[in-house]
């Protein structure tokens, strides 16, 4: 069945830094991923999502390359800044057909000045 | 543009006690959802609708758990009766039914969220 892991439930880092969070998936048919950032007392809301003509997706400062021979849709950022602190989920369109999407478990990133 | 809206923003009840949160979801979108967001479990689909007509029940919250739409522009979740492990953020969700190209998905839009507790 459909899936989507991230490993890290909490990533901290120092303003500068470069990000990284991972998001790798299982999915029947050809996915199509996103990446929503939810902010403190915040609704969760779209970052970014995967294109059919594999161009990278970037918002803010943020980009994705989905990967389908490691079946990855990592999160990338070249420096970190203190209002990317929040909670990041990444999300995969069902097979099914239902257009429903599945959730990641979230990472929690905090950045430290 | 009106967002999701969801009601009340906040909910504290007894154990045994009814709840009903409510949601409205963006005006003219056809899919709507519910979601559970606990720390632990992340987000969690309790219903899904499609143009109104249940999709999903979310299979393990089906006993307590009953969402309704009863128009395109309203829908309520019954908690009933509520537990203490039912305190969590309750989010509503929606969007356009996607086009008929195979790979094209809409944006999932969400609201603020019911945050509540179960005493």
């Known amino acids: 069945g459909d899936s989507v892991t991230q490993t890290e439930g909490l990533v901290t880092l120092t303003e500068g830094l470069p990000v990284m969070l991972n998001c790798t998936y299982q999915s029947t048919y050809s996915p199509f991923l996103f990446w929503y950032v939810q902010h403190l007392n915040e609704a969760p809301k779209l970052l970014l999502k995967?294109?059919?003509?594999?161009k990278r997706p970037e918002h803010q400062g943020f980009h994705a390359t989905l990967h389908k021979s490691s079946s990855s849709f990592h999160l990338q950022k070249s420096s970190a800044q203190l209002s990317d602190s929040a909670l990041y989920y990444c999300?995969?369109?069902?097979?099914?057909?239902?257009?429903?999407?599945?959730f990641g478990s979230g990472t929690q990133l905090t950045v430290m000045p | 543009d009106a967002g999701v809206t969801q009601t009340p923003r906040h909910e504290v009840a007894e154990k045994g006690q009814t709840i009903i949160l409510k949601c409205e979801p963006v005006?003219?979108?056809?899919?709507l959802f519910w979601y559970r967001q606990t720390k632990i479990q992340g987000l969690e689909l309790l219903s899904y609708f499609r143009s109104k007509s249940l999709m999903e029940d979310g299979g393990a919250f089906k006993d307590r758990f009953k969402a309704e739409m009863l128009n395109s522009s309203f829908s309520t979740l019954k908690i009933q009766p509520t537990e203490p492990k039912d305190s969590a953020v309750y989010l509503c969700?929606?969007?356009?039914?996607?086009?008929?190209?195979?790979?094209?998905?809409?944006?999932?839009?969400f609201g603020s969220g019911t945050r509540l507790t179960v005493l």
């Open positions: 999300a995969l369109v069902a097979s099914s057909g239902s257009w429903q999407l599945i």
């Open positions: 969700a929606s969007s356009l039914v996607p086009g008929r190209e195979e790979y094209s998905a809409e944006t999932l839009y």
């Open positions: 995967s294109f059919t003509d594999n």
């Open positions: 005006s003219g979108h056809n899919d």
